[in-house]
């Protein structure tokens, strides 16, 4: 997909992940950190302007070179809540930016597949619709993409007050974008979350290896 210039994305990566003992921006992934799949997701996906939050051990997470190729923002005050990160994202946003990506860096197995799928909703979105969700078995999940029309509403946010509270305050603008990727569904907060969306991810890839594979002998 060609990148849309006006589509930039928001990685929220600024928490302290308490229950998980660790950030999650650095757990690994078979020699790829949870950041480095949340930026070639929507690298891949179609998005090349990223804007990384962060907060607690940023100078650990930039120190490990997995901010390059992102535009990083800090937020000192992200033991506030999320919706702060959220917010010090929005204020760098390019003026001509027409849409955001809210990628949470717990949700690594939401590849590039969904982010072209939501931008391509939004491109061929009819007026009434702004906030692009995916889902899956009807159940919502992430990343999502929000017309930039919001951008207020959302800085008005507590900081600690959910994004969902502006997003699903009007049922109406909301689309849902159905995929197969199960994997938007799951986020880290524990050690044991980030054993499963491990295996999950090693099954993902030992799967697509195994059509790659099936494809050549076919072919």
Same mark, same amino acid.
């Given at each position: ?22 950030? +999650? ?5 078979? $020699?790829?950190?949870? /950041?480095?799949?949340? +930026?070639?997701?929507?690298? %891949? ?9 962060? $907060?607690?051990?940023?100078? @650990? ?13 800090? *937020? ?7 919706? #702060?990160?959220? +917010?010090?994202? /929005?204020?760098?946003?390019? %003026? ?20 072209r ?8 979105? #009819? ?7 995916? #889902? ?12 930039v029309?919001?951008?207020? %509403? ?10 969902? *509270?502006?997003? #699903? ?10 995929? %197969? ?5 799951? *986020? ?8 499963e969306?491990?295996?999950r991810?090693?099954?993902?890839? *030992? ?7 099936? @494809?050549?002998?076919?072919?």
């Amino acid at each position: 997909m060609v990148p849309d210039k006006k589509i930039a994305a928001i990685v929220l990566a600024a928490g302290r992940s308490e229950r998980m003992g660790s950030p +999650k921006a650095l757990l690994d992934f078979d $020699g790829k950190t949870c /950041l480095a799949l949340a +930026k070639n997701a929507c690298h %891949e996906g179609g998005v090349n302007n990223i804007i990384v939050v962060l $907060g607690y051990r940023a100078d @650990d997470i930039i120190a490990a070179g997995e901010t390059d190729g992102m535009q990083t923002a800090l *937020n000192r005050n992200w033991r506030a809540g999320r919706s #702060s990160s959220l +917010k010090t994202g /929005l204020r760098e946003l390019p %003026e001509d930016t027409a849409a955001l990506l809210m990628f949470p860096v717990d949700c690594p197995l939401a590849g590039a597949g969904v982010v072209r799928a939501l931008i391509g909703a939004y491109r061929a979105r #009819s007026a009434d619709k702004r906030v692009f969700i995916p #889902s899956h078995n009807y159940r919502a999940g992430h990343p999502v993409l929000i017309d930039v029309s919001l951008r207020d %509403e959302l800085l008005a946010l507590g900081d600690d007050e959910p994004a969902r *509270n502006v997003l #699903s305050r009007d049922k109406s603008i909301i689309e849902y974008v159905v995929t %197969e990727n199960a994997g938007v569904l799951f *986020n880290m907060n524990t050690p044991a979350d980030y054993r499963e969306c491990l295996r999950r991810y090693r099954k993902t890839r *030992n799967d697509e290896a195994g059509h790659l594979q099936a @494809d050549r002998e076919t072919g």
